[in-house]
């Protein structure tokens, strides 16, 4: 299937479990591991994930960007950490930011060679995104980013019913 929109499926379920190349992290600049999917992601992969991203990225990644990693225990052969914006109102560039998560993960994810990308509700939880805004950008931005790599299919895995039904409007 070529079609940009028709690469993207929304699912309700843990992204931890996801049998796909490389699954997207919801993470923070510090790339430290965290709450939410970031605890949930670190857990799974056990510690070589953590080590990993205190030996590659020592920095850290600024909001907006993405860096990848092994998957360690995961099914996912790989982690692309991105970095979400904390919601401030609308008025600091946070769409902006979230539309690069998604573009950046991409970017990551053709360079690398992979084929399948799983991506949770980036900002949606801790950073407090509002969910059908969130959501708007988010598909927007996996829809522009599919059209120009026709070889990757994204999935977008939510936690709850209620985010699976805000995506899945967006979608369409
Ligand atoms: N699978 C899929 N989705 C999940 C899972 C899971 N296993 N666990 C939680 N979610 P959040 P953020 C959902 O807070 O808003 C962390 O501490 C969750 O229900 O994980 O980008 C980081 O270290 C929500 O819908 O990410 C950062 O400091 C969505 O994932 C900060 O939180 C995103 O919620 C990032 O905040």
Redesign the pocket.
């Known amino acids: 299937m070529s079609n940009a929109r028709s690469r993207i499926e929304c699912v309700r379920?843990?992204?931890?479990l996801e049998r796909v190349d490389a699954i997207v992290n919801?993470?923070?600049e510090g790339l430290r591991?965290?709450?939410?999917?970031?605890?949930?992601i670190h857990r799974a992969a056990g510690p070589g994930l953590l080590a990993e991203c205190i030996e590659r990225y020592p920095g850290g990644c600024p909001t907006g960007e993405a860096r990848i990693t092994g998957g360690h225990d995961l099914a996912a052969r790989y982690v692309i950490h991105a970095v979400?914006p904390v919601w401030r109102g609308g008025g600091e560039g946070e769409a902006l930011m979230l539309a690069s998560c998604f573009t950046n993960a991409l970017a990551i994810a053709a360079e690398s060679g992979l084929r399948t990308v799983a991506f949770?509700?980036?900002?949606?939880?801790?950073?407090?995104?509002p969910h059908d805004e969130a959501a708007r950008v988010s598909i927007a931005a996996l829809v522009e980013g599919l059209e120009s790599r026709p070889e990757i299919e994204a999935r977008v895995?939510?936690?709850?019913e209620e985010?699976l039904g805000v995506f899945a409007d967006a979608l369409g």
């Open positions: 379920g843990d992204l931890t919801a993470a923070n591991g965290g709450g939410g999917v970031d605890g949930a979400g949770p509700a980036i900002s949606c939880g801790v950073y407090g995104y895995v939510l936690f709850s985010l």
